[in-house]
């Protein structure tokens, strides 16, 4: 466990120094074009602070992004036990709680570390679920948040935010530079406005495609190993396996996922509903259920 925290933390900062480098290298070009250090200097100050704010506000982000609103024990008693009582029993602060009211059944944890952990359950899971399959996914939300998992998938989460942030930007710098007319300029000049808005259009494609394409591959890459861990230390909680085992196979009999979940956010669930196509393996993710399955049985033969 505590050799995944541990390469958790140094994927994390990896992601965030190939971002920073990206950014930078973003500025070099930009000075070289205009010819003027202003933009390598304004972008080597934006890019740790825009880094801190997405990162200090991800799990805000992801928690709304997934249709998370948080509720009190009164109104959810049932989900509220389960959740300390699995919480204590993992040795972490109490999570805030929370229900996504989709039919879909689903729950999912985002934190980038446990002191601030979110735990959302959907309404259909609640329905759905007994109490006994209900804890055992709790247990591998609580596992995601003690293994700090989901400090990896946030900082995705919102580096790939950053990335469409500046794509939009370089695609309406470029747009706008496009539109300015060369009346009362030289042609020469107004040709230069529109080989560099021409440029910038091409680099804010190029980071738009990272953003929607390269963004969920590795988000899905990253976040498959994870879930087979999850599942370990969520039984390790409970001590039953075929709790998560009937919970992962009803849950995969209601293939859809939540409607509030997009993008990046899907990775935080316990159940991705992807299909058995090649593109919806590729971009899953979350292994097969019927692989975890038959993990899940090998390990309560162990018990």
């Known amino acids: 466990m505590y050799r995944q925290i541990a390469r958790n933390r140094r994927f994390s900062i990896l992601l965030i120094a190939i971002f920073c480098l990206a950014v930078l290298g973003l500025g070099l070009f930009t000075s070289w074009v205009f010819e003027s250090f202003w933009p390598l200097v304004l972008l080597s100050l934006f890019c740790p602070l825009y880094v801190w704010w997405q990162l200090s506000h991800a799990t805000e982000h992801a928690a709304k992004a997934a249709g998370w609103v948080a509720v009190g024990p009164d109104a959810e008693p049932r989900l509220h036990r389960i959740v300390e009582t699995t919480a204590i029993r993992a040795g972490i602060p109490l999570p805030q709680v929370g229900v996504i009211e989709d039919a879909a059944p689903n729950a999912f944890a985002a934190s980038l570390r446990p002191e601030k952990a979110v735990i959302g359950v959907t309404r259909g899971a609640l329905d759905l679920l007994d109490d006994t399959e209900l804890e055992a996914v709790i247990a591998h939300e609580v596992a995601h948040i003690v293994n700090q998992d989901g400090r990896v998938t946030l900082t995705t989460f919102a580096l790939v935010g950053s990335i469409a942030a500046v794509a939009a930007g370089l695609l309406g710098l470029g747009w706008a530079m496009l539109q300015v007319t060369p009346s009362g300029l030289r042609n020469g000049i107004g040709l230069l406005i529109g080989m560099l808005g021409i440029g910038l259009l091409l680099l ?100």
């Open 204 to 303: 804010g494609g190029i980071f738009w495609l990272v953003a929607t394409v390269l963004g969920p591959v590795i988000s899905a890459a990253v976040s498959r190993r994870r879930e087979f861990l999850a599942d370990a230390s969520g039984v390790e909680l409970t001590r039953f396996p075929d709790g998560l085992v009937r919970a992962l196979e009803k849950l995969a009999a209601h293939p859809a996922g939540p409607s509030t979940a997009t993008g990046e956010v899907q990775a935080l669930f316990i159940h991705d509903g992807a299909g058995a196509s090649w593109l919806e393996r590729l971009l899953g993710t979350h292994p097969p259920v019927a692989e975890r399955v038959e993990r899940l049985r090998a390990m309560g033969r162990s018990f």
